[in-house]
């Protein structure tokens, strides 16, 4: 085992972060050297936040070094943390209440046009993703993180579910690749996260084990809270077993494809066009509307091309997706826009549901507009429609804090 632990992150570029350096002593009490443009205002609550979580894991003698680059608490406990289990065993863990902000819930059927990814190890990309208004945040776990920082995303993304203010944004982690990824869940699930992205999803059977384990912990830790799964599929033979993965538990609410791994798994490339890909996605689509779920698709790379994020959002509604990932906020209303009804649409759907409204007054099981019946699902289609336009509440495509919790 070794005796000096480093957990965090520094340099010139780093801030809302520290880097820890913790070397177990046997004797001299603790020794706590800190460094931090903010040591005048806020050293003596650092340096007491250190001496409360060396007391908690029972640590009388260390050495600590920490190098602040503008960390909140909820940062520099997860890295003290990581960095005390490194040298010490324990069973323990330091749990931040949560705030009151984050304690609402999801719902199956909530709006998903975009989320946005967030790599789990870098506290600053957090802190304020929840303003540009995104339908979900995704704390990323899996490939945002080196594989030797593992350990310390997971103490961070804990500790953010349980301090980060997501400004009502559905909260989702994507975890590791299986088997991993079912090491991950004991940080994940009892801090009121409400969606499990689970990536390169093959077949059922690693959605029935992610929610195998999800159900355990959950009464384990005695919660009640309902968690839904968004699978991720990325290869081939995920693509083929798409209806199987969609309904293998009834808390799927959407399933993604991540055309990045997808198309290297064809070992070709992404084109503009998506030729490459057209066969997966519409698969994956037809699977999920038969499955009643939502289908994501792939995030677009290039952050710096708007008319071709727009383009690209398009094409992707007139597949029948129903959102997209997102890489970057500047993102988020464009593929809002994109994913909003053109006024064709809303009219068409306001003259659907008055037709509907006055079949139902006057006790008639047959709805018709014009010449044409109506069917149940293009009524449920049309009243969808007009709910999405209560939400967007406005003129430019952007979504409304919050609007969404009740849909």
């Known amino acids: 085992m070794p005796v000096v632990a480093e957990a965090g992150n520094k340099g010139e570029k780093i801030r809302s972060d520290c880097f820890i350096q913790f070397n177990l002593l046997k004797s001299g009490g603790l020794k706590i050297e800190l460094t931090s443009k903010v040591k005048s205002l806020f050293g003596n609550d650092i340096i ?11 640590v009388r003698h260390a050495q600590v070094q920490l190098e602040d680059s503008g960390a909140l608490p909820f940062v520099i406990e997860a890295r003290m943390e990581a960095a005390i289990k490194q040298v010490v065993r324990s069973d323990k863990s330091l749990l931040m209440p949560m705030i009151q902000q984050n304690e609402y819930k999801s719902s199956r059927d909530r709006f998903r046009f975009t989320r946005l ?3 789990g190890n870098t506290p600053s990309m957090m802190l304020n993703a929840g303003i540009h208004h995104p339908n979900g945040i995704i704390l990323d776990l899996e490939d945002s993180v080196a594989p030797h920082k593992k350990e310390e995303a ?3 993304v804990r500790n953010a579910l349980l301090q980060v203010d997501f400004y009502g944004a559905e909260r989702m982690v994507r975890i590791n690749q299986l088997p991993m990824g079912l090491d991950d869940l004991p940080f994940v699930v009892p801090f009121n996260a409400h969606v499990i992205l689970i990536p390169k999803c093959e077949n059922a059977q690693t959605v029935k084990s992610v929610e195998k384990k999800a ?4 009464h384990e830790t005695g919660q009640e809270n309902t968690l839904f799964y968004m699978p991720i599929i990325e290869n081939a033979l995920g693509v083929e077993h798409a209806y199987e993965i969609a309904t293998a538990s009834g808390n799927i609410v959407a399933m993604a494809i991540g055309l990045e791994d997808y198309t290297a798994d064809l070992g070709v490339g992404r084109s503009e066009g998506g030729e490459e890909s057209f066969y997966a996605r519409t698969r994956m689509v037809n699977a999920c509307k038969a499955a009643n779920i939502q289908p994501i698709d792939s995030v677009y790379s290039d952050v710096d091309n708007m008319d071709a994020l727009q383009k690209q959002v398009i094409k992707s509604k007139s597949l029948g997706f129903e959102g997209m990932g997102c890489i970057h906020p500047r993102q988020i209303p464009v593929i809002h826009d994109g994913f909003r009804p053109g006024q064709e649409e809303i009219e068409r759907a306001r003259k659907i549901i008055e037709a509907y409204e006055e079949a139902v007054s006057k006790g008639s099981g047959v709805v018709s507009l014009g010449s044409k019946m109506i069917d149940p699902p293009v009524v449920k289609r049309a009243q969808k429609t007009i709910r999405l336009i209560e939400a967007l509440g406005n ?5 409304k804090e919050n609007r969404f919790d009740s849909l």
Do not use: A, N, W
């Open 215 to 218: 159900t355990e912990i959950l």
């Open 117 to 119: 990814y967030l790599p």
């Open 154 to 156: 997971r103490l961070l």
């Open 48 to 58: 007491r936040q250190i001496k409360d979580i060396c007391s908690f894991f029972d």
């Open 395 to 399: 003129t430019d495509g952007r979504i």
